[in-house]
């Protein structure tokens, strides 16, 4: 079975955390009622910044975020303010980045809620690349991502505008447009 590591990093964090917040004395009784309605979090991070390692020893990706919220009913985690980085050998790295997510318990499911902006820097035989979208699905490991949204795409002057999305992040990174694409190619 396959982890990611930076959720075993995680999990050595959150351990530490547990340990420290098992030894605070309790809140008075009347700021420990818990609302049935409400999800329980077990744990929450400020800040944070993870980078899983690839086998080469490089980096993969980097996820930070200004907040992470664990939730222990369905061991799923909330984050807002994120922006997740996957790196490349041959290639600037993909930026992701949104206001709010849902990491699934596994790790292996991303969802991103309302605006997403993905970019790239340019290099040598690569384009920069920025694309606009929203409510976007990522697959980490993989390095995939999907959306049913609408996705507007500008690289330099060239743009594209399309109905949905799948892109693969990883070498040779690759984008199809589902549905309208419509673009528009200025000349060199």
Known sequence: MRHP??????????????????????PPREQATVHADVRRVDYYLRELGVTTMGRDGRPARTLRAAE???????DTTGVRTLRLTLHSRD???????ADTGWVSASGDLVLLDGEVHITREGAEGVRPMR?????????????Y???DERV???SRRDRLDASGMQAWFHHPA???????????????
């Open 68 to 74: 992470l919220r664990h939730y222990s009913d369905d």
């Open 91 to 97: 290639a600037p790295p993909w930026e992701i980045r």
């Open 131 to 143: 694309i606009d979208t929203r409510n976007l699905r990522i697959q980490p490991e993989q390095g």
């Open 152 to 154: 507007r795409v500008r």
């Open 174 to 188: 690759r984008i199809k447009f589902l549905a309208d694409v419509k673009g528009y190619y200025a000349p060199p």
């Open 5 to 26: 590591l930076f959720v075993w990093t995680l999990v050595a964090l959150l351990a530490g955390l547990s340990w420290w917040l098992a030894e605070r004395p309790a």
């Open 145 to 147: 991502a999907e959306t």
